[in-house]
């Protein structure tokens, strides 16, 4: 862990105490920084530590704490928690944001796709909730957010591994929402469309209603402030959503049969 020179909660009792996941790229970064323009305290976590360093080391004057840890390694995530509650006294937003996209067919010997996808998308974002859940619980206050997916709405063709793992994703964090709704802990799910990001950049179809990460990230900050139990962006994408939805499966097959898919890892 590093920490650039900042003041505790203590110090600064009014400061949000945010901790995000896959904050080194993309959407985690983005609200990283979206979070340090609103005078956040971040709890940062990815793989990659050197580009969690590289960006503490540009913003001196705020308080960042980085954890170079994976998502899937459950026992580093909660280790990394109780740093973080340790050095600031909890957290107040908890967003479960690491995430992965890889193309993957059944029957091509994708099974470790298929498995890495789920362990990251789904497994990883619970893990990142349960060092937290019992001490919101028990202060009744705090805002759980999963970074979840349009794609999990239907099965995409050649992201069944994407869709499934997003669709999952909605699913708990619905479960979750009722759960904790009692508890006096928030749950708020943002279901992205396409976000301009390194993930989406060499995506070989159309991306209707690209919507830059800057302002995504604001966008998202703003519905985590507001406690939105569920938000989409861009807008458009809700519609598209909602549209998806309720298409009938005879069509929604006919539509989707021979759309552009998602390159399989090392073709």
Known sequence: MKDTPGNG???EPARLRVFITGASSGIGLALAEEYLR???VLGLVARRGDALAAFAARLPSHSISIYPADVRDAAALSHAAAQFCAQHGGADVVIANAG???GALTGHGDLDTFRDVMDINYFGMIATFEPF????VEERRGTLVGIASVAGIRGLPGSGAYSASKSAALKYLEALRVEMRPKGVSVVTIA???IRTAMTEHNPYPMPFLMDADVFALKSADAIAGK???ATF???MRVAGAMLHVVPRWLYDRLLEKAPRKPRAGD
């Open 9 to 11: 909660r203590g110090a």
């Open 38 to 40: 609103r005078g956040a």
């Open 100 to 102: 992965v996209s890889r």
């Open 133 to 136: 859940v019992a001490r919101m």
């Open 192 to 194: 992205p469309g396409y």
């Open 228 to 230: 939105k139990r569920f």
């Open 234 to 236: 861009p807008w458009q």
